[in-house]
Each structure stands twice: as C-alpha cells, then as structure tokens.
C-alpha cells in the first residue's frame, strides 16, 4: 500500500465531505457557444491548480476558507457539441444541490451556464434575484438566431426571475436596444445603495471577470478596456455580504490567454472573496 503522502487537486481548504458542507463549487467546464475567443471550458481546472498559490486568510473579510465550509465537487462532464444536453446536466445537478439543503458556487465555463443555474435555484428559492457583474448587457433576446448564447443569458434568466429583480454592474458594451432595456427597467447601477431594494431578497450573484479591466483580466474570452479594479469589486463584495446570497458563478476565465498565469490567479482570488461575502 503506497503511503503518499498525494498531491490534492480540490480547491485549497475545502471540505472533503459533501454531506456536512453548506455551499458546493461546481466546475462548469462548457464553452460551446462562444462568439470570439474560445477556451473557457479550460478554467475551473486551472483555477483549482491556481488557489494552491492563495492564502487561506482573507484579510478583505477577516476569514480563513474553512469558515465557508465549502464541498470541491469537481467537473462536470458535457456532451460535447450539445449544448442543450450540457445545460441539462448544470440543471439537474443544481437542483441536487438544493434539494439537498445547500447552495451552488459555479465556475465556468461561459456565461450561458448561468441560465440552468438560475433554472434550478428558482424552483427551490422564492423571491429570487440575480446581481450581476459584467462588462457586456447580456441581454439579447438571441445570437444569431441561438437563444441559447452567452449574449442572452441575462435576459433569460430575467424572465425567470423578473426584471425588477435584476441589478447588473460594470456594464459598458452592448446593443443600442440592451442599453435601451436597461434603462427602462433600471438595472443598470453605480452606487452601493442602488442595492438596498433588494435587501429583503434571495441573491444570486453572477460575476463575468470581464467586469475586470482588461489591465488585470486580459484572459478572458471578450476583453473590453474601461473596467472595474479589483479593489472596486471587493467593495461591491463587501456591501453584497450584508444580503442572503443563496448561490453564485464566476465564469469567462480563458486562461490559455494569459501565458503569465496573472488572469488565472485574479480569477482564483475573485472566488476566495465571493465565497466569503456569502458566508455568514
């Protein structure tokens, strides 16, 4: 019998026990409808390589991991080339998790995984809204004639939950007509406050790392110049940890652009301090 000890390829300081644990990362290794630059499907594997390189201290929330107590449940694995039957999966493995009492963190993969997530959690969760950081609307109502596109994700998962119960930041490219829809509903926002009417809702936060300059988020899949800093979205995270966040994704990592690792690590730290906004 070989005495190791073996390297662990989970995600640092999660617990290895999904029965006893309160919120499961799910890796989301899809990118079948990206419209530039493929390679997110590479993402949550590399993310988990990267978090062996992060303290498990966050000194943003004065929290050490074990504290999130957080299940690595691994990749899941897609038909490839079908993007109806990989969002199946997402779903049905969502509504495992919150049958079985606890809370999804995705990574992708694109942004289109959101939808499924966002399928599953409101057949468990009343009164449910969605945050969502981003530097594109996401709110066509197709791609091409493909509803089922990362450029339609939000305005379907909107649907679901409604439009007043949708808040999105950083956005700064889009369609005329999603700027338009945007400003008729007001779900564009700036200021910290702009929050507060959904004080009294379920969240789910979505974060595009594209939301990101591209000076700090060059390996994404559609970089677009005029984003937030890091410490801007840490400020965003902190005021979100005063809600019930009941679920969240990180998704757009395409870390194969990124030869320096630089991406993979903001990316990877990213996760660390949303895990800690939602725990309480």
Not at 155 to 160: G, P, Q, V
Request: charged share 25%.
């Amino acid at each position: 019998m070989l005495r190791g000890p073996f390297l662990d390829r989970s995600w640092m300081g999660q617990n290895s026990d999904y029965k006893s644990s309160d919120i499961v990362m799910l890796g989301m290794p899809f990118d079948g409808t990206v419209s530039y630059r493929p390679g997110s499907r590479f993402a949550p594997e590399q993310i988990r390589l990267a978090s062996w390189g992060l303290e498990e201290y966050s000194p943003y929330f004065d929290k050490h991991l074990e504290d999130c107590n957080f299940h690595d449940a691994g990749d899941l694995e897609f038909p490839l080339g079908n993007t109806v039957k990989s969002l199946e999966v997402i779903k049905n493995n969502v509504e495992d998790i919150y049958s079985d009492g606890k809370k999804v963190f995705g990574i992708g993969g694109e942004h289109l995984v959101t939808l499924p997530e966002i399928q599953a959690v409101s057949k468990y969760v009343k009164n449910l809204a969605i945050v969502h950081f981003d530097a594109h609307t996401d709110l066509r109502e197709e791609y091409l004639g493909e509803p089922l596109s990362h450029s339609a994700v939000i305005r379907h998962s909107a649907e679901i939950v409604g439009f007043d119960n949708l808040k999105q930041i950083g956005i700064r490219s889009g369609m005329k007509e999603e700027f338009e829809l945007m400003k008729r509903h007001n779900t564009l926002i700036h200021n910290y406050e702009e929050l507060d009417c959904l004080k009294h809702k379920n969240i789910f936060v979505t974060v595009d790392l594209d939301v990101l300059d591209t000076s700090i988020m060059p390996g994404t899949g559609t970089p677009e110049v005029g984003g937030l800093d890091f410490n801007q979205l840490m400020g965003w995270f902190k005021y979100l940890s005063k809600f019930n966040i009941v679920g969240a994704d990180v998704v757009e990592l395409a870390p194969d652009y990124d030869s320096s690792g630089a991406s993979t690590a903001v990316a990877t730290k990213v996760i660390r301090e949303l895990l800690m906004a939602m725990s309480k």
